[in-house]
């Protein structure tokens, strides 16, 4: 029941072929900045969506500002890349990582806590490339009506933590297959299968305790 809901919400991706990501990869390992480019623009968008679904309380100010610590994250650390998955599915994990983050920055803020600086202008020692990541990222608008429900998923999943909240923030967030998360998270496709069973029925009741303003515990698989 739940699973449904969750998909239910629209997030249209395109992955490019394990072959040609691994050429334009090499390429951008070069420094080649027409490759950068093209990265950006294969990925910049839809880790937006991404990055919406995840915190559907942001607004698009904040959602490109982890956009950009995310890309530069992939800029930065392209090389560790191995390449056993999809390059959507990497970026996926550090736009996770980097929302989760910015989140607690956001919330250290609140409390009176000092919130790091960030600079569009940082360049990569190794390739010397800025980050320009194009400006085709669509209006929040069109993910404004899921809003409200996503926000309280969200919720929900900070809630829950741990590996439940990654695999089904890949699952349905990330919309991948279970065999790319079998790859990400170095599990066969069995195991991600019944995790993901037990990690939704985790979900589906702390997210009744998050609606009702309830503390919950956190949940290991």
């Given at each position: 029941m739940f699973a449904r809901q969750l998909e239910d919400i629209p997030l249209p991706f395109v992955r490019m072929s394990l072959?040609?990501?691994?050429?334009?990869?090499?390429?951008?390992?070069?420094g080649d900045a027409d490759a950068w480019n093209e990265l950006f623009d294969a990925h910049y968008a839809a880790t937006g969506r991404f990055v919406f679904q995840l915190a559907p309380d942001f607004n698009r100010e904040d959602v490109e500002e982890i956009c950009q610590e995310t890309f530069l994250a992939v800029i930065n650390n392209i090389k560790s890349?191995?390449?056993?998955?999809?390059?959507?599915?990497?970026?996926?994990?550090?736009?996770?990582?980097?929302?989760?983050?910015?989140?607690?920055?956001?919330?250290?803020?609140?409390?009176?806590?000092?919130?790091?600086?960030?600079s569009l202008q940082v360049e990569n020692p190794e390739t010397g490339l800025t980050l320009d990541p194009p400006a085709t990222a669509p209006s929040p608008d069109d993910w404004l009506m899921t809003?409200?429900?996503?926000?309280?998923?969200?919720?929900?999943?900070?809630?829950?933590?741990?590996?439940?909240?990654?695999?089904?923030?890949?699952?349905?967030?990330?919309?991948?297959?279970?065999?790319?998360?079998?790859?990400?998270?170095?599990?066969?496709?069995?195991?991600?299968?019944?995790?993901?069973?037990?990690?939704?029925d985790r979900l589906e009741q702390v997210?009744?305790?998050?609606?009702?303003?309830?503390?919950?515990?956190?949940?290991?698989?």
């Amino acid at each position: 029941m739940f699973a449904r809901q969750l998909e239910d919400i629209p997030l249209p991706f395109v992955r490019m072929s394990l072959d040609t990501e691994a050429l334009l990869i090499a390429r951008c390992r070069r420094g080649d900045a027409d490759a950068w480019n093209e990265l950006f623009d294969a990925h910049y968008a839809a880790t937006g969506r991404f990055v919406f679904q995840l915190a559907p309380d942001f607004n698009r100010e904040d959602v490109e500002e982890i956009c950009q610590e995310t890309f530069l994250a992939v800029i930065n650390n392209i090389k560790s890349f191995e390449g056993h998955s999809h390059l959507q599915t990497w970026i996926f994990r550090i736009a996770a990582n980097k929302t989760r983050d910015y989140r607690q920055r956001r919330q250290a803020a609140k409390r009176g806590g000092g919130v790091s600086t960030f600079s569009l202008q940082v360049e990569n020692p190794e390739t010397g490339l800025t980050l320009d990541p194009p400006a085709t990222a669509p209006s929040p608008d069109d993910w404004l009506m899921t809003a409200e429900r996503g926000v309280q998923v969200g919720q929900a999943l900070e809630s829950l933590g741990g590996p439940c909240q990654e695999i089904i923030e890949l699952r349905y967030f990330g919309d991948l297959s279970y065999e790319e998360i079998a790859t990400a998270l170095n599990l066969n496709p069995k195991t991600v299968s019944s995790r993901l069973s037990k990690c939704l029925d985790r979900l589906e009741q702390v997210l009744r305790a998050v609606t009702c303003g309830k503390q919950t515990k956190p949940f290991s698989v």
